[in-house]
């Protein structure tokens, strides 16, 4: 089974703090996410990574950056964290099977960050 | 712009009832990928089912079936003789094949509580 694992499933920070979470799957998939989910919202893509070193902006990029130095693990980063950014934060990777594969996405099981 | 639509917020029934997940998507592509996650208390979500555009067959995997129509674009979800271990958030998500990673848009999720 492909595992997907996150560092802490809950963390309090405080404002203006640099926050890193941590994400490392174990089935050697091409592809890491970053989401975050908040109610009514569904899931939002920060961003996205293909290969080692490569990143891709999501949807909400805007306070955050990245960080794939192997394969196996994606890091997000909030450079300086605001209160707007209390959230649950989800990682996910996949499979990449040709140019278009639009394989399933395999989830962590998240990371709920409170930022006080 | 691709958008995808879970009108109900919250469901609740009773164990044994069947229930529906509604699920409308938009995507001005041919070519595209629907997919239903399932996200129990827990926080990590499952993958489900994947669906390419061009296959409108019906799918049943035990108590669950997918019905899914082009001509209104719908992919509902339906759980047959409901159980408490099927309680869980429920999102429906599409994939279009054009885009140059495997941007996955999720809908705002669908919380069934199926009641002893």
């Known amino acids: 089974d492909v595992k997907v694992t996150q560092s802490s499933r809950y963390l309090v920070k405080r404002t203006g703090e640099k926050v890193f979470l941590e994400c490392v799957q174990d089935m050697d998939h091409e592809n890491m996410f970053w989401y975050r989910q908040d109610p009514g919202l569904g899931l939002r893509l920060i961003y996205f990574?293909?290969?080692?070193?490569?990143?891709e902006k999501g949807d909400i990029p805007e306070g955050y950056s990245v960080s794939r130095e192997k394969k196996e693990r994606f890091s997000l980063i909030l450079e300086s964290a605001s209160t707007n950014q209390t959230s649950m934060y989800l990682c996910?990777?996949?499979?990449?099977?040709?140019?278009?594969?639009?394989?399933?996405?395999?989830f962590g099981d998240g990371t709920r960050l409170s930022i006080l | 712009a691709q958008k995808v639509t879970q009108a109900q917020t919250e469901i609740s029934v009773v164990e044994k009832e069947d229930v529906t997940l509604d699920c409308v998507y938009e995507t001005r592509d041919t070519t595209y990928y629907l997919f239903w996650y399932k996200q129990p208390p827990s926080g990590e979500l499952v993958f489900l089912i994947r669906?390419?555009?061009?296959?409108?067959q019906n799918e049943i995997s035990g108590r669950y079936s997918w019905n899914f129509q082009k001509s209104t674009s719908s992919f509902n979800f339906t759980i047959t003789a409901s159980q408490v271990v099927d309680s869980a958030v429920y999102f429906c998500?599409?994939?279009?094949?054009?885009?140059?990673?495997?941007?996955?848009?999720f809908g705002p999720g669908t919380s069934l509580s199926v009641i002893p």
């Open positions: 669906r390419n555009s061009f296959d409108e």
């Open positions: 998500a599409l994939s279009e094949l054009k885009t140059s990673y495997d941007k996955v848009i």
């Open positions: 990574s293909y290969d080692v070193k490569m990143k």
């Open positions: 996910a990777s996949s499979f990449l099977e040709g140019r278009y594969s639009n394989q399933p996405q395999h």
